[in-house]
């Protein structure tokens, strides 16, 4: 009866982010690799302490499209990821909240529900899978297939900064003309990541390998944040291979605010966010 009541609770939540959003993309036709259960809704979980939904259980994996007005269309496509300990997603603060801020400067938002809970291969995945979907279609969304990032929160920081050091091979088997695509990301934010520090005495993370085509990187954290010494310690091995980095660091904040009013860390990343991407996208269309 509690499943039930939870299905039919997402079922109108869904409903409500389908009104905000043109589209949800669902990443896999067929079967989904590394799954083991059938595609079905996500559950949302009771627990919405903190005006935060959370959702769990995903095994069909979707983006939910938020795009601009043609009037401030920039031609650029970031993709979110809520972050929720690879457990649950923050799909609200972490993900479709963030996407309607973009949408807003005029970028083509969409929010990545990746496998959880504990799936961290089906996760990656599902954003590799994104990051070619989203290029594949670029087109249809007014989108430069050479401008397509990736934004994270905690866990979902976590992700993106492996997709942005795994992208020169395939987490799963090509199924279709959309995996011809690549899975590299042309930029990607981390704000509070997690997990990149997983390395012997706390270094790196070792599956997060450095390479010349690895992409810049806005770093944002807190020195009081339990999981903070991720961001210090990725800086620091993007730093020492060259790769572009920008990293922001307050005395604190803490973990998991998003960008909701009240807190000084929240308040303060996202226009450092919008600088920084500017800046970028200025070099990407250089090169």
């Not at 795994?166 to 042309?186: G, H, L, R």
């Not at 450095?210 to 993007?238: R, W």
């Not at 807190?263 to 966010?273: F, G, M, Q, R």
Request: hydrophobic share 40%; charged share 20%; net charge positive.
């Amino acid at each position: 009866m509690r499943l039930i009541f939870q299905g039919i609770v997402f079922f109108l939540f869904i409903n409500i982010l389908q009104a905000q959003t043109s589209k949800t993309l669902y990443l896999w036709p067929n079967k989904v690799p590394n799954e083991s259960q059938q595609k079905h809704a996500p559950i949302q979980t009771e627990n919405t302490r903190g005006n935060v939904t959370r959702i769990t259980d995903i095994t069909n994996p979707a983006l939910l499209v938020f795009e601009p007005k043609k009037s401030k269309k920039l031609g650029v496509g970031i993709i979110v990821c809520p972050g929720g300990g690879y457990s649950i997603l923050a799909i609200n603060k972490e993900g479709t909240e963030i996407a309607e801020w973009l949408s807003e400067l005029g970028y083509t938002a969409f929010v990545l529900q990746y496998r959880v809970p504990k799936n961290q291969l089906g996760a990656l995945n599902d954003l590799q899978r994104a990051l070619k979907m989203v290029r594949y279609k670029a087109a249809s969304y007014g989108l430069h297939p050479e401008k397509i990032g990736t934004l994270g929160f905690s866990a979902g920081g976590s992700l993106c900064a492996r997709a942005s050091t795994q992208f020169a091979v395939d987490s799963y088997t090509k199924i279709d003309a959309i995996d011809e695509m690549s899975s590299k990301p042309n930029f990607s934010m981390l704000l509070y990541p997690a997990y990149l520090d997983k390395g012997k005495n706390k270094s790196i993370t070792p599956e997060l390998t450095m390479s010349k085509e690895v992409p810049p990187f806005f770093i944002f954290g807190t020195a009081d944040d339990k999981y903070g010494n991720s961001s210090f310690v990725f800086a620091q091995e993007l730093r020492n291979h060259k790769i572009p980095v920008e990293l922001h660091v307050l005395a604190k904040g803490g973990h998991g605010y998003g960008m909701r009013k009240g807190n000084i860390a929240a308040e303060t990343w996202p226009k450092l966010a919008e600088i920084w991407l500017q800046s970028t996208l200025k070099t990407i269309a250089k090169n």
